[in-house]
């Protein structure tokens, strides 16, 4: 059970980067005796010296998930290399968003280069939200690479008004932190991106 845990929460980074069926595969490898240290990921975010770095992003660049003694280790693409090219959004982590729609990445839709996705415009606004902004669920922004089927009927019911969400669902990982916190951006940091509404400006207002 012990050693379970230990690879769950190494799985959870590397699939971040690269598909659970490598995370298992490195997950799996014994750490050796004696590594040479490799270098420091953690004294630059691409361009910026880590003290001019928002402080959620700080925080997790302390936050040593890595085995640094694993031979390969050094191996592992580093996810700042890899999106130095891409915009930050405000807490200092690459915009997916406007990497996607600027075309600084072109992920495809499947596995045959024939497939499209099935994008839809409906943003969905959500008031449950006590005194905070309400919610704007934009449908676009998602369908651009996520399928209906992703989201409909687990864990959403399709109809607006009718999935009792709450944050600290949310923070268990479950109706949008199935994937914010995950894959797309961190909840934690980022309310205003989901409450993005004003209380009393019309539902079309951005
Ligand atoms: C990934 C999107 C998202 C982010 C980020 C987010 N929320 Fe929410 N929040 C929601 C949704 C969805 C609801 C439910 C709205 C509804 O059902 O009408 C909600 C509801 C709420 C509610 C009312 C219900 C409850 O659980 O008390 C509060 C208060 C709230 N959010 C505060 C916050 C705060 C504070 C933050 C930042 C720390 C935050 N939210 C970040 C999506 C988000
Ligand atoms: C990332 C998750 C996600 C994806 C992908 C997604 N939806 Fe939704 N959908 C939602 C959420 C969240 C709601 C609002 C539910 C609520 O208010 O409780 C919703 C609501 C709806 C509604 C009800 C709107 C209304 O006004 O009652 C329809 C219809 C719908 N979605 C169709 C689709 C279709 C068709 C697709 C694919 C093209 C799709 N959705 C993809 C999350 C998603
Ligand atoms: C199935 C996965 C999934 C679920 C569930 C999901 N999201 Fe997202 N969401 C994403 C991904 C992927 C992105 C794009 C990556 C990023 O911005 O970090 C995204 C981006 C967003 C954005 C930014 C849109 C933009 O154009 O800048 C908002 C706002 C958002 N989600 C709100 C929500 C809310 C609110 C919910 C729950 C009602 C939700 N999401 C549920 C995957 C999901």
Known sequence: ??????????LVT?????????GAAVAGLKAAPSVA???????????????????ARVALERNRIYDESNPDFSRLQR?????????????????????LRSGAIAPRAGHSPAATMNVLDLDVTMKNTKEMPHVRF????????????????????PKAGANPISMSEIFRGRYCGMCHDRVAFITFFSCDRCHSVPQGASLNQR
């Open 14 to 22: 590397v699939l971040l980067l690269s598909g659970s069926a490598l």
């Open 1 to 10: 059970m012990l050693r379970s845990k230990r690879i769950g929460l190494r």
């Open 79 to 99: 996810i700042d290399d890899a999106t130095r090219h891409m915009k930050r959004d405000a807490v200092g982590f690459p915009d997916w968003m406007a990497a």
């Open 37 to 55: 240290p490799v270098e420091d990921a953690r004294t630059a975010v691409g361009e910026t010296p880590v003290a001019e770095l928002h402080p």
């Open 138 to 157: 934009p449908h676009q922004s998602h369908t651009l690479w996520l399928d209906c089927s992703n989201c409909h009927p687990v864990p959403f019911i």
